[in-house]
Every structure is written in structure tokens, then in C-alpha cells.
């Protein structure tokens, strides 16, 4: 038998998490180290199965399987394809990022028992978010996918609840308060999403009999394993609901800005650049592998809802006090991109939508992290609060903008070629879709140039003018996010080469075919 | 001799048409039973030992006893079970009066071992401080005593225990022992009796709260000779019914493969106003038992208001029992009769999954709390039963021996939150704890998880189990419900993580007890099974399906 990599990819951090949280409670700075090191390794493996996929092979590589639950049809199966090495990629490189940001995030203010160790609870908790992160990215078997699904919620909702933004204007009793509320309805939507899922879960083992994805995408393929269309329908919704929660598409998408504005900026690039890919990422390999059929006519109603998603976040974003609160719907409106993309069902749209899921968590935390400098040094999430940093800190402001401009997806950078593709995929076949959709980009020129205006440019204020610039360590973490940002945009057919054929076989597996130009290109 | 001879027994002697002196000598297979008579056996020397042995050394004999019993007993279980009376050997031993088969001895088992978590968190020492310079225990020093008087001063003060609590529980543990695997009617009853007489007593001996205590012990007396007394009504029709109180003669009249009506009996045999009300009194007896909505009345002041091991015991074992005989009841006696019950028992799963959950959210105090959660899970257990299928079965089974532990687990926990007024049970006081004892904080949590049905947890291997079954069995809607209410559910365990973690710990909050190993057993088995019942439950699962088959 052949060295179990992805086991061992998912392993790791989980293992790593249980040894920094057993890390003595004076030794804070040696459970950090070996948070670092540990992600590092895990980038490693992940690095490993991304050159170990063969683009061009099967379907599912790198496969492992094993007996687990019989009496529950349940088997420990995973399996890569080129959709999943490139969102393990994406969160084994950006977690060495998150934690090196969070370097001081957990530190105890006052010495509560001897046995309190938030340090240690922190890097802990977030080794254990990238474990089942990425064992869901794995999973082939319904069942290990959803208690994973599921099971993430709890390491997050302590990283939300336990570890808020210290920056709260009315007080740390106001924080406290806030930070519970946050997390409390991350957990709930996340929660009743996944118990949602959960009947359905049962119902399609019901109709099925085991949860393996293969076996039942095969056994759909072939017309061996019928399902009556509203069945089919229900279970589709079970799941899709779950998803539509996790990614998140309006009108379900409360729940971000809260969590995102309460938690740490490391904790938001968490959540949005790495959890709630799962749903977007879920979306794809479930809800159109499992259920072709009702995918399709679901198709119209999940559009307009990515389109509402994709305004409507863009506008919130356009009105935020809130720095942090502005990229949550930000990140709204490029979720409801991603949906979009993902139910154009054409080849474009979805190669897109993949690309677009790494970019975004690319983007997002190059321009949330360098937020998070920002609202440590001053105290205040509050954009009016700022004026004229470029002035006094012109690295910090630099990377802002960076991480901006990657927002708005300015060509030559990342999201531009996601976002593009997006577009044209759905254009090709929903041409309103994909007009309306275009209003999107110019809101997002709208909110990220007027934040960085307010902020950075301007008369330097009082309070920012003994500002400190981007320190080492924070260097460390922005400076190699924007020269991905940079070389992905000018260069990303490393990551199309490795979605591409995985995106054709989900085509398929949906039946649909991209539709014709409708132009005859000039003889 | 057959099951339904010994039932002639009274049919004969109404029809008076048999001399006496035909009664042949019961057989009793003594083997089969020892699991039941070891710890029958054990209560009778532990009432010994309180007469005989010197009030010094009482509590060390009385833990001896009950614990080697209770491990002998399970030892017997599971040779029993090694011997393949779960399966192939299942049959009805003592002359039709107790079925041995793999339901019998899961839950037996499954019982037996509660019982001995049980015994670790009533026989723990170290919680209370000292009373002059005595160790004592949840218990009262001196029940008889009027709570406040100077008799109560003096029996503290001269360091009384009552160490008749470990003879009750035993007592206890035999009826439920006896309940799942009843074959009649009459054993039944005898069984119900058994294990609810010392329960009401345990109920009433809290060392501190002594009056709510009471109050407590008299509720749930009342209520429970209430159900008792409906139960034996319900069993007296079905004897009018079917002329037998054995359950194998009542199913087959039932089914209408009966050909030898009693001419005593002819007028009302078969009569089905007789089987529809009697069966229905006999199903609320038990559905009183397990705490299901509308008989759900006396959990939650019976829970708060018993000492709280003695309330984590009977929240864990009084469900198996209950659940067991419920299940060998419908699926035995009345699976004739299903499409009556089936309706009935839906309605009742449904209001109480809803109404345990939605009532669960007000509640301010933590053993309220667990008690609302218990009636919310006796509704999704109920899920598993109406699924009619061996499924189900097994479902419930696995359910039942994932929950006690939890949930004997959960209370132990309770019992180590304290404050100068014993247990501090307020949810307000719970208050940061996970700041001051992040490890208690921690260890309940993962309690709590299981509760809500966390993936990874025993709770949510159940739960699937349940709704599996209860999809597979045809009641989809039921598991819709099943899983909205588990949703709203998880809301308040959330609510129970959120203050021990996120709140502000209070100056004057609680302080947390440092056990004895006997309540760190009782609490790391706890945490140790729902872990691995989470993770790996494939054997216990195996175990449970091939336990699912009742012995006709």
C-alpha cells in the first residue's frame, strides 16, 4: 500500500493542533513556533499532492479507502481532483499567512487561572479548522464529508467567540457582548444549514444505499440508480441549502459581516478565504455530481440569487462604516460570482468559478490582513477614523491598495482572469446574467477606491500621524500574497491547467455542453 | 412446557375444570437469569449489612458489595451473550415470564453499566466539605429527620450516612433489569414497581435543598403511582382481551391465529374496544417513564429537585428500562396493531422532540435544563421506535447505550460546580468557568456537543442512527422534524458554551470540587465513550444489530 498522502495532509494539523494546545501555558512563544511549523510542513504535503496530480489522469487520484461504518453504507474514502488540489493548495498556503498575522492576537491581556491558555487554544484551534478544512476538500463519501461539514463549526465558532477584535469603540464589556452574538449566529445559520443537509443526507442514503460519491454519480451516469424527480429536487435542496449558507449567497449571508467584523483579521481571512470556499467547493463536486437533474432546474432561481448576492453585497459594501465590515460584503458580492459561475454550467464559468474561489482567498487575505495591521495600530475599525496614512506609513498604504485593486479585480492581477471568466461563461449562455453581473465590478471600483481615499489619502490625521509602518513580520505576510496576486494574474495557467479537466468531467456529468458561439467568427 | 401453559394456570382455575394438584413445579432456568438474580441477591445482603455491620465500616461494605455485583452481573451478561443467547439461543425462560434474547441482554448490559457509573458518582466523598470532621456524601445524614430540626443537627453532627442508598439502588437496577425483558404482563408490572418504589425513596434523600428534595420524591410518587395504576388497568383489559397476560398469547390473538377461545372468556376475547384502551394504558405507563410529551410533567422537578447523582442514574438507566420494554411491547405484543399505534406514537414523537427542545430554551437552571434536553431526546428515540424494523431496533438500542453514558457523564460534571450552597445549578453561575476551570468547562462541553449531535460525538452516530432508521421505516416527515428540533436544541447547549467560555467570569461565581477517582471514572468513561462512539462506532453498532431481534 502507497504512502497515504492525503490522509496524512489532513492528519498533520490535526495532530499539530493537539500538540500546541498541550504546550505548557508559560511556553506561548513555542506554541506558536510550532503552529508555524507545522502549517509549513502541511504546505509541504499539500505541495506534494499537487505535483503528484496528474492533470490528465483519472478522475479521483491519489485515492484511499477504507471500511469504516458498514452498518451506516459509511466508508473513509478520499480522492483529489483538480477542483480540490487547488483549494488544498490554496488553504495550506494561505494558513503559515494566517498565523504568522495572528502572531500576537491570543496574547492574554490579564493572567486569568494558571490553566487558561488562549495562546495555545488559538493556534490550536486554527491547525484544527485547516485539518477538517482540508479532509473536506478530500472526502468522496458523503457522510465523512458531512461530519467534517459539520464538525468545523465548532473549532471556528471558539475562534470567533473566544478571540474577538480587541478594536471596539464602546469597550471591552460592548466586545464581549458583540463577539458571543457573532459567534452564536455563525453557529446557529452554519448549525440549522447543516441539519437541514443532514435529513437530506439520510434521504439520499435512503434512496441510494451507501454515500459514496463515485458509486452514486456512477450508478446516476449509468440509470442504474433512478430517483424521482421531486425527490431528487428535495435532497438537491437539502444540500444546496447547507452550501448557500456556508458560501455565503443572499439572502442566507447575515451571519458574515458579523462574524467577520467581531473576529480577528487572521479569524476573517479564515472563514472567508478558507471555510467558506467548502460551500462553494461542495456546491460543485455535490450538488451537481449527485443531483444533475435537479441541478438544472434549480439553475435559474440559484442565479438570480447569485446576481442579488453579487449587487446587493457590493452596495452594503459601498455604504460601510466598518472597514471590516466593507470586505465582509465585499466578500459577499464575490461569492455570488462564484455561484454564478458555478451554475452558468459552462466550462468557462466554472474553471472560472474555481479560479475565482483561490484568487478570492488570495485577494481577500492580502487586503484583510493588511486591514488587521491597520485597525491594530489605531485602535478603531471605523473608516472615518483614518486620514492621510499613505503619508505616514506609505508600505502599509501600498499594500492596501494592492490588496484593493486585486478586490476590484484590476487586469493583471488574480481575480481579473476569474472574474473574466466568469463573465463570459455566463454570458455565453444567460447574456442578462452576465450584463447585470457586470455592475458588480463597478460597485467594487466604487467601495474599494473610495475606502482607500478616505483612509490613506487626504490630511494626515491627529491620531494616525505616529503611525508605524508594516513591521517585519508583516511584511513576511503581505509581500508574498501580492507577488502571487501579481504572477496569477499575469500567469495562471498553472491553476487552469490543474482545474480545467475536472471542471469537463462535472460538465458532463450534468450533461450539459458549452453552447455555440452565436457569432461565426470572421472568415 | 410451553409459555402458555403456565397462563392455563388462571384460565383453568376459572374454568374450574383442573384440580390443583396438576400444577407442576415451576423450571426455572437459574443460569439464564443469574444477571438479575446476582444483583437481586447483592440488595438483600446490602439490607444485611445495614443491620448487622457497625455504622462505621457500612459505607465501605456497601460500595464493596454493589460494585462486585454489579461488575459480576455484567460479567454474566456478556457470557450469556458469548454463549449466543442474543441470537441464536434466544428464548423464554421462567416459565414464559422472562425473555433472554439480544434486546434483553443489550440493554441489560447496557444498564448494568450505568448502574456502575452510578455507583461511582453516589459513593463519591469528596464534593461537600466536611461535616465535623465526617466525609459525606449527596445523601442525607438521616432521612427520617425533619429537614432543619435539631434530630437533622444531631445526625450530621454524629456523621450519619445513609448508606441505604446502595441497597435501593441495587433494587433499583434489578427491576430495570427485569423491565426490558419481561415476556408478561404481571412480570411487567412487578418489574415497573421494583425499580420505581427505590427510585421516588433516592429522590427524597438529598443532603442539601432537603425540602425541594421532597417535594421532588412526592411529584414524582404521585405521578408515578398514577402511571402505575393506569398501567395495570391497561394490563387487566388486555387480560380481558386476550384471556393471558403472556405477551406471545396476546400477539396471537391479536393477529387472529387463535383457535381455542376460553368459553370463560368468549364474551370479551377479541373484543378490540378491550385491546385498543388497555394497550394505549399500558403504552402511557411506559411513555410516562421515558418522560415523553404530554406524561413529561414530573422530569423536570424531579430532575432538579433528586440529588444529583441519583438524578443523572435514573435520567440514564429509567430510559434504557423504559425504552427496552416499550420496544418489546410494540414489537412484540402489538405489531399486530400497528397501523393503530403508529399515528399515535408519530404524534407523540413530534411534540416531544418539539416541545422538550422549544421549553428547553427558558430554562435558567442547569439540571431543568438537562431535563427538558431528556425529554427532547426521548423524542427522537421514539423516532427509532416507530420505525418498525429491526433498523429501528438496533438503532434505539445503540441510541440508548450512547445517551446514558453522556448523560450520567454530564450530571457528574453538575455535581462538581459548586458553592456555599452546595451545587450552584443557576445557569448565571456557570459564568465563566471555562476561564477558571478550562478543563471541567471543556469536558462538559463535549457533553453538551453530544447532546446537540455534534459529528464526531456518540450523540450524532445515534441521532443518524434514529433518523436513518425512522427514514428507511417510511416516517421522512418525522426526521424533518427530528431535525428542526435538534436545531433548535443545539441552541441552548450552544447557550450552556457560550457562558462558560465567552462570559466574564463572576467574582463570587462557583468553585469547582476536586473529585475523588470515583467521580473522575464516572466523567472519563463518560468523555472516553462518547469519543469513540463518535469515531468509531462500527463494533457497538454490529453489536446493536445483532441484538435486534425480540425472541417471539
Redesign the interface.
Known sequence: MSFPLLTATAVLPALGAVATAAVPAARRTAAKWLALVVSLATLALAITVLVRFDPDGGRYQLTESHAWIADFGVRYELGVDGIAVALIALTALLMPFIILAGWHDADPLETGSRRWRPTQGFFALILGVEAMVIISFEATDVFLFYIFFEAMLIPMYFLIGGFGDRAHEHGEEAASTQRSYAAVKFLLYNLVGGLIMLAAVIGLYVVAGNFSLQEIAEARANGSLHMATNTERWLFLGFFFAFAVKAPLWPLHTWLPNAMQESTAPVAVLITAVVDKVGTFAMLRFCLQLFPEASKWATPAILVLALISIIYGALLAVGQRDIKRLVAYASISHFGFIIMGIFAMTSQGQSGATLYMVNHGISTAALMLVAGFLISRRGSRLIADYGGVQKVAPVLAGTFLIGGLATLSLPGLAPFVSEFLVLVGTFTRYPAVGIIATFGIVLAALYTLVLYQRTMTGPVKQEVSAMPDLRARELLVVAPLIVLLIFLGVYPKPVTDIVNPAVKSTLSDVHKKDPKPSVEAAK | MSATAVHSLWTTAAAGTDSISKIPAPKIEYGQLSPTLIVVGAAIVGVLIEAFVPRRSRYYAQVFVSAVALCAAFAAVVALAADGYGTTKAHIAAMGAIAVDGPSLFLQGTILLAGLVGLFTFAERRLDPEAHGNRVDSFAAQAASVPGSDSEKAAVKAGFTTTEVFPLLLFAIAGMLVFPSANDLLTLFVALEVFSLPLYLLCALARRKRLMSQEAAVKYFLLGAFASAFTLFGIALLYGYAGSVSYARIAQVVDGTVTNVDPALADTMGNDALLLVGGAMIVMGLLFKVGAVPFHMWTPDVYQGAPTPVTGFMAAATKVAAFGALLRLLYVVLPGLRWDWRPVMWAVAIVTMLGGAIVAITQTDIKRLLAYSSIAHAGFILAGVIATSKDGVSSVLFYLGAYSFVTIGAFAVVTLVRDAGGEATHLSKWAGLG?????VAAVFAVFL?AFAG???TSG??GK??V??AA??GGA?PL??V???S??VA??FY??VI?LM????PRPEGPTVAVPSPLTMTAIGLGVVVTLVLGV???YF??LA?QAGVFVR
Do not use: N, T, Y
Not at chain 2, 435 to 439: D, E, I, K
Open positions: 476561564r477558571r476551570s478550562p478543563l456537543l455534534i459529528p464526531l450524532f452516530a443518524f442512527a433518523f436513518k427514514a428507511e421522512a426526521v424533518v427530528g431535525v428542526i435538534s436545531a443545539a441552541f450552544i447557550r457560550v467560555f465567552f462570559s466574564e468509531a462506532p462500527q453498532l454490529d444489530s
